[in-house]
């Protein structure tokens, strides 16, 4: 900065000395901060000084001139005077080994150059005006561009232009050393700075032009020096100036200095003084500003918005709903990061079904590697949410042989995730309601498995910490494991839609055909509900049918009805599932139709507990005789007389009917 200004100072200073001198004597530049130059085009003063003819804008051009017109026909004999010019230029580019077109010392009668044209014309010149004798013009070009119309030796080259740019002598840049007269060639476009001297002896009407690197003096030998007459070249009054031109690179012609003498030698030119110029490269810098480091930034930011939309996505992916009270549940809480892995993003490959409560998919955890089945429950945030997650968690400490295990949930906007055990065999219903011919579940199979349910609902019932009421016993949620034992699932859940609602009305969830009259009728379930369903269950699975069946066969529509025809006929065998082949145990089918007709009995009296049920299974109570009058009765009418058609109401595309008031979870399906 202080630099700066003592070279801002220093031109000041100095050109206040120039204008007292008159202008046909001498002039002399040390930078042209606050000069008075006549500049167009592209031409400008940087603010520190330097004269900038083209500033590197593409095919463009420049002029700078002195701004009054000097003398150069002596007033008496009209001859032309001799002259003395010395300058310090220096051509800059983006390109370190192009430069394009080139830079001119001119000596022109006018000012006015908006007719000439830019590239190779350097500015001064154009293709109609080419060698016309009144263009009256004299130009030194330092040329870095080769032009074969021109005849151009080189693209580095000095010449001297009269009236065109077909030069009239011209010779490779650089300088004959003084102490060994060897040329030693100059890179025009090095970019660094370089002396130029032009000198006219109007009497000898010889020209030289000579030039050096800035820390070279003056050679003694010129570059170029020839005989010339300008007296048919200048005017009386011309201009003195410089003028250049860019083409297809972007190139910036400096002049740092100048000096000028009419008659009498220029001052010389004192290096130290002149302003300096951009570190090389700084253009280069300056790309890196204006071209690199936008479409970096630019990258930049695009990567970054890409990383921090990856980001959002990721974290909207993986969000998940946690409050402060469910902290005490810590350990139960899966991230949904886990599960989201675990399920391979919930691909359709990985889906094991679809219940009314949700998608159930399969899915091997990323940490354990245990293979786990993870059921997504669509529930809007509700106030139980609270209440069931605690149940759900309580509930994920029951562990018994013939349950299915809970391990955790996970909880996210409108979602709630349950982590099952996943159960190799997959659910009951599958083998007993497949096509005829495949695999079916053997009778010692079935009655294993319905002992134990019947446990594992005891379990439930009894013997856990506190009642346990599964609400939702049915095939479908008897789950098998690899030892092909049968294990509830899916307990509790239900309970998910009795939070949170109204204690005042009624709401019922539960399969048609499972669901008691009674807890149609109250909404309450109880564990004798629950009785009812392993009741409807026991019927199922040996009979091989639907509770509510449309498929008919002998035209029944409720199971339970139909078993009872038949016992009351005394054809209960008959009902044995025919897939079975016969190949069954006909005590334990008995047994199991009897007992399924005990347990869903329309009154609740007569139904036994979970407790008796086992006992019965195990043989180690006798199941009391049914009396006929005991049990006549129709489900179905009985249903009916509710109001409640169930061969209608089961035609619900869950096969789940929801009774009462609908809250606004059960309205989605
Ligand atoms: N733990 C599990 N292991 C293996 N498969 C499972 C598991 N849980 C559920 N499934 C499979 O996913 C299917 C759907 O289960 P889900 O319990 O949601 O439906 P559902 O029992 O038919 O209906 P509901 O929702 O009324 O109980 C089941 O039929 C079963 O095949
Ligand atoms: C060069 O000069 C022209 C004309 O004055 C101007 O429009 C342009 O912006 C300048 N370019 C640079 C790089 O300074
Ligand atoms: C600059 O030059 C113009 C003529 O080109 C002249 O009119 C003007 O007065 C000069 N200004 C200064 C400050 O020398
Ligand atoms: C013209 O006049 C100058 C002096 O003014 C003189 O030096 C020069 O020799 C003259 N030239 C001719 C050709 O007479
Ligand atoms: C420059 O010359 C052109 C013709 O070559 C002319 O049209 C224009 O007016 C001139 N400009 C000035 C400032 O004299
Ligand atoms: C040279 O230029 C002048 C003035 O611009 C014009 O009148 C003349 O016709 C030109 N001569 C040629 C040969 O183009
Ligand atoms: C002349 O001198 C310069 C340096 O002073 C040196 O680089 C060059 O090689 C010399 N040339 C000859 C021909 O001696
Ligand atoms: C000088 O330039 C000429 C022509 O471009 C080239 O042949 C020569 O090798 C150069 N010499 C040096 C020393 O750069």
């Not at 840049?173 to 000198?199: C, K, P, T």
């Not at 690199?292 to 990567?303: G, K, Q, S, Y």
């Not at 968690?393 to 295990?405: E, F, K, T």
């Not at 129709?634 to 619900?652: A, K, N, R």
Request: aromatic content about 10%; proline content about 4%.
């Amino acid at each position: 900065m202080r630099i700066f200004l003592l070279c801002f100072l220093l031109s000041i200073g100095l050109d206040l000395a120039l204008f007292s001198a008159t202008p046909d004597d001498q002039l002399l530049y040390l930078g042209f901060t606050g000069t008075n130059l006549t500049v167009d085009d592209t031409a400008t003063v940087t603010s520190n000084g330097l004269l900038e003819v083209t500033n590197g804008t593409l095919n463009s051009k420049g002029h700078a001139f002195y701004p009054t017109p000097l003398h150069f026909r002596d007033s008496h004999n009209g001859t032309v005077q001799s002259f003395f010019v010395t300058f310090v230029f220096a051509i800059r580019s983006t390109y370190q080994i192009m430069s394009l077109h080139g830079f001119a010392f001119i000596i022109a009668p006018s000012t006015n150059f908006s007719d000439a044209m830019s590239n190779q014309y350097l500015g001064f010149m154009n293709s109609q005006k080419r060698g016309n004798l009144s263009n009256h013009i004299f130009a030194i070009e330092l040329d870095t561009g080769l032009n074969v119309e021109f005849q151009d030796i080189d693209a580095n080259h000095v010449g001297i232009d009269i009236n065109d740019l077909h030069s009239i002598e011209s010779h490779t840049a650089g300088y004959y050393d003084d102490r060994n007269s060897s040329f030693q060639n100059m890179s025009l476009i090095s970019g660094d700075a370089m002396h130029v001297w032009v000198e006219y002896h109007g009497e000898a009407k010889r020209i030289s032009v000579t030039m050096a690197p800035l820390h070279v003096a003056k050679p003694k030998r010129p570059l170029i020096s020839t005989h010339l007459d300008l007296s048919t070249v200048l005017q009386k009054s011309s201009y003195i100036g410089f003028s250049s031109s860019t083409g297809s690179v972007e190139s910036i012609h400096y002049v740092l200095g100048w000096s000028f003498g009419m008659n009498k030698p220029a001052p010389e030119i004192d290096i130290a003084k002149l302003p300096k110029l951009p570190p090389q490269g700084q253009k280069r810098q300056s790309i890196l500003l204006e071209t690199v480091l936008p479409i970096a930034t630019a990258t930049f930011i695009v990567v970054m918005g890409a990383i921090i939309i990856s980001l959002v996505r990721r974290k909207r992916r993986y969000a998940e709903l946690k409050e402060d009270w469910e902290v005490e549940f810590g350990p139960h809480r899966f991230s949904y990061k886990d599960l989201y892995h675990a399920t391979e993003g919930f691909k359709s490959k990985n889906l094991l079904g679809a219940g009314g409560f949700g998608k159930v998919y399969r899915g091997v955890l990323p940490s354990s590697k245990l293979e786990v089945a993870v059921k997504k429950v669509s529930h809007e945030s509700r106030q139980g949410m609270k209440e069931f997650i605690a149940e759900v968690v309580s509930i994920g400490r029951i562990r018994h042989r013939n349950l299915v295990q809970l391990l955790g949930y996970c909880r996210r906007k409108g979602e709630l995730l349950l982590v099952y055990d996943y159960m190799s065999n997959g659910s009951l219903d599958k083998y007993l309601y497949c096509d005829e011919g495949m695999r079916t579940v053997t009778w010692a199979q079935r009655f294993r498995i319905i002992k134990g349910i019947a446990t594992g609902l005891l379990y439930l019932h009894e013997k856990w910490e506190k009642i346990v009421i599964h609400r939702d016993i049915k095939a479908s949620n008897v789950l098998l494991d690899s030892e092909m034992n049968g294990r509830l699932g899916d307990f509790g859940l239900a309970r998910l839609y009795d939070h949170g609602t109204d204690p005042q009305t009624t709401h019922v969830v539960g399969t048609m055909g499972y669901l008691a009259p009674e807890l149609v009728n109250t909404g309450k379930a109880t564990p004798l509900t629950d009785v009812f369903a392993f009741g409807a269950f026991l019927l199922e699975v040996t009979c091989g049918q639907r509770p509510v069946n449309n498929n008919t066969r002998d035209n029944q529509e409720v199971l339970v009805d139909w078993v009872l025809e038949h016992w009351h006929k005394g054809s209960l065998t008959d009902t044995v599932d025919p897939k079975l082949q016969g190949h069954y145990n006909v005590d334990e089918a008995c047994l199991a139709l009897k007992l399924g007709l005990l347990c869903s009995h329309p009154f609740t009296n007569v139904r036994p507990n979970m407790q008796q049920v086992v006992k019965y299974l195990d043989g180690d109570l006798p199941l009391p005789e049914l009396s006929h009058t005991h049990m006549s009765f129709s489900l179905l009418t009985l249903m009916q007389d509710e109001g409640f058609d169930p061969y209608v109401l089961s035609y619900d595309s869950s096969n789940k009917i929801s009774i009462g008031t609908v809250s606004g979870i059960s309205g989605g399906r």
